[in-house]
Nanobody
Framework: QVQLVESGGGSVQSGGSLKLSCEAS????????MAWFRKAPGKESEEVAV???????KYADSVKGRFTIGKDNGKNTLYLQMTNLKPEDTGIYHC???????????????????WGQGTQVTVSS
């Protein structure tokens, strides 16, 4: 089992920055892939970024160059640094974890096993 707790959300104006955190606990082997997803009102959940156990990362095209995913293994914490935020970045951001490191290239569609409750990000124009 894996427990994930997100924090760091808030309200900012367009062009602002936020840093999200996801504190993980439980089975280390079940956290080989860790990712951020988001869900905007009236829209389906969409992938944001993923980080694997070897430090490889992938990003959704909509956030490339603006968001950076990282991990502090000593603190068991996944981060998402978000800069130049836009109103379309508004949504609930969820942290997710899965053991299937070999599916990194399909990360957006594999259906992660563990999810946090989410943290709200609101960007106003």
């Amino acid at each position: 089992q894996v427990q994930l707790v997100e924090s760091g959300g808030g309200s900012v104006q367009s062009g602002g920055s936020l840093k999200l955190s996801c504190e993980a606990s439980g089975d280390t082997g079940a956290r080989n892939l860790m990712a951020w997803f988001r869900k905007a009102p009236g829209k389906e959940s969409e992938e944001v970024a993923v980080f694997d156990e070897d430090g490889r990362t992938k990003y959704a095209d909509s956030v490339k160059g603006r968001f950076t995913i990282g991990k502090d293994n000593g603190k068991n914490t996944l981060y998402l640094q978000m800069t130049n935020l836009k109103p379309e970045d508004t949504g609930i951001y969820h942290c997710a974890a899965d053991q299937r490191w070999w599916l990194l290239d399909q990360w957006a569609t594999i259906g992660f096993a563990y999810w946090g409750q989410g943290t709200q990000v609101t960007v106003s124009s």
